[in-house]
């Protein structure tokens, strides 16, 4: 379950009603876009797909040998999977990302990897992601002058339904392939096969983390009082003059949740709107109580430019207490006996006093568990709003040309042919 | 080697000239500091600390039996050691920090471990930091449990010289220590035994780490024209008024460095000045090429309210050629026979021009190469950069008032006597 709580933002369930009608011509306005063709609204639909969730479990039995998985893919085909993988795997089986191109670490997990028992999943929407192709090269390789023609088994591809250099070399070699819809972009993803599929592997508990997003779904699509993303997506809208959106998780499990946030964020909403003016917020990502010790300083002294969220679990699956030691009940005698979990909490709240006590808008977002249903809803809660900002924002929440210039040099630089460096 | 490059910005070289007296004076009164008692410049001298160096060699040797290294610290106290130690960890000892409070991660960690070959290693320079007390209680116990009378040798505290918690556990019990010398505050303690000890286990090569620091301290006391860190400093000045620094990193080994920098940057300048006024930009964590599929989206259209700083090998030890595969020439031709790294370089390179394309303030630090040596110079040389910053802005970079009334709640919330809600 996800609660929002706005006790230190005075004017909010009030800006409800004053907003109620940009909010829900918003919302009607991005439903409207999911008739028409190429509409990247696919994501709203990827918790009802029971029938992916079947194959890639029939996958994953059929798969029993699996102790190393590495996962080759980068931006929205690996934040997804790692931040779920580090919170549920349940399974034992080893995740290793490829989501750089420095040689050194790659060297180092060829060493250590033994190819018999190892499964490679390249995942990439396109099939022409430059790191996700040259990963590509060096794993194929590898597998295939370590295991011969047995190499094919152990080569498993995430991609376009049609199109592209993965689908492609599927077909050529008879490959095992995985469909991500056409009309789901990379960062919105995560609950396709491109996050399935690894969580599969992980033992993540897969029908109750989508069940968590069909909640969310559900409350996207609710009356305004209800729908949570209309409400979150009202705060984060009522404070876009502020530079940074700082987004900050107490949960070690969920520590990689924030970098899959700040892409979802800032790829979707950085960009020039219709006028043309540069919009969006800097999204930053933060971790309890660890950043207390290392960002609260700034959040407490420094510049009132900050919108502020924090995430936070009401209660764990089983706390653990502290024991009594002799010899530390001077300066730890307040924590003996008490729930490492407890600390947490009573952490997670000072935190919260302080930060609206120094006049930073800030606002909590309480997961009722660190759960696959609690983080699935939380995972689909934030894309629908994300979506909702787009529409409010006036810009494409779905595309990222941004990135275009940057992908053109790099290709020159390289000497690709059909790419001159003013192209 | 440490090289800047600011070829897109036009006025630098000239702001030299303009800035020459401030920025001499600021780094005079630096220096001055340094005879008054209390001052916390005791991270200029580490580098030089051939003694601790050879203590902590002795310590290491007499303990082959370490399999698994359990830090427990947060803040100052884990996150250089963490992002040294995933660079440069040759000696294959597992690491794992409890630098959080949830209890999950910790009885899974407590599962795997076997405590025969387990070092725990508590670091707190106070001796009063409510989780690294939280997990000793847990540890100590543990090993108390699993060891009996031999626990002794398994626990190695890292504190003040004299005073804490820590100190007098140690004195009572007979236990190890190393010191943080009390002129040395936690985010300035990386190259003291804070990270030397964990390092030394790493078995990386810790001479290396600290001629690289000296020759940052060399740097940052010769004239203007050769003083890197006088001059970074002045494009962090010059670049005050943007609320956001960037600080983006082309490596996956030293992909836990921008989480260090951030807490060395935004604790010790995120505060009020001497007149009240809250200053401070907010340092935002970024790693190449993984950010490009994530956040170089909003750098490049969203708004012009950064300073981009890239961190950028220039050479790799080794390169990892890409094999040509039959049927990815159409799509991956291009990088048939090309390097890993050669890729890296193209892309870094590629962004660096594309956020200079776009409007964005970015320049380059250029690493020779992820070794010790450059590495160790880059932190001594952001050290400085930041305590030159302090003098220009005003502030002590030294302190962190700000996250008092957060501990003051927390502990009023476990109800720990002696401190009330409004204390």
Known sequence: MLRLDTRFLKGFPKALKVYEKDLLEARERLLAKNKAPGAMLGWMGLPEDTETLREIRRYREAHPWVEDY??????????????????????????????????????????????????????????????????????????QKSLGEGWRRHLVLTTDPQRGALRALAEREGLRTFAIPENVGGRYSVLSPVGLLPLAFAGADLEALLMGA?????????????SLPLQTALL????????????????????????????????????????????????????????????????????????????????????LPLPEVAGLEAEAGYLFGKGLFALLKAEAEA?????????????????????????????????????????????????????????????????????????
Do not use: C
């Not at 670490?105 to 990439?124: F, G, M």
């Not at 069909?214 to 209800?226: D, F, G, H, I, M």
């Not at 919260?352 to 606002?363: I, P, S």
């Not at 909590?364 to 909702?388: D, K, R």
């Open 351 to 423: 935190t919260y006093r302080a930060l609206a006590e120094a006049g930073q808008r800030v606002y909590t977002l309480y997961l009722s568990e660190v759960s696959p249903y609690a983080v699935g809803w939380l995972l689909q809660h934030l894309m629908w709003q994300t979506a909702f900002l787009g529409e409010l924002w006036g810009v494409n929440a779905f595309d990222q040309p941004g990135v275009e210039l940057g992908k053109r040099l790099t290709f020159a630089l390289l000497g690709r042919p059909g790419y001159g460096e003013e192209g």
């Open 236 to 319: 984060q809208h009522l404070h876009r003059h502020l530079p940074v959106t700082v987004f900050m998780v107490y949960s070690e499990r969920l520590k990689h949740l924030p970098s899959w946030f700040v892409q979802l964020h800032d790829e979707s909403l950085g960009k020039q709107d219709r006028e043309g003016n540069r919009v969006g917020t800097t999204a930053v990502p933060a971790l309890g109580p660890a950043d207390q010790h290392a960002q609260v300083q700034l959040f407490r002294e420094g510049p009132l430019d900050k919108l502020i969220v924090l995430v936070v679990p009401e209660r764990a699956a089983e706390d």
């Open 214 to 226: 069909r909640k969310a779904n559900e409350l996207a699509l609710a009356p305004l009082e209800q």
């Open 70 to 143: 590495v996962l080759l893919g980068i931006g929205g085909s690996a934040l997804g999977p790692k931040a779920l993988e580090a919170a549920f795997n349940e399974s034992g089986v080893r995740f290793h990302y490829v989501d750089h191109v420095e040689p050194e670490p790659v060297r180092k997990l060829l060493r250590t990897l033994d190819p018999r028992k190892t499964l490679v999943n390249a995942i990439s929407k396109s099939g022409a992601t430059a790191e996700t192709l040259a990963a590509l090269l060096i794993f194929l390789n590898w597998l």
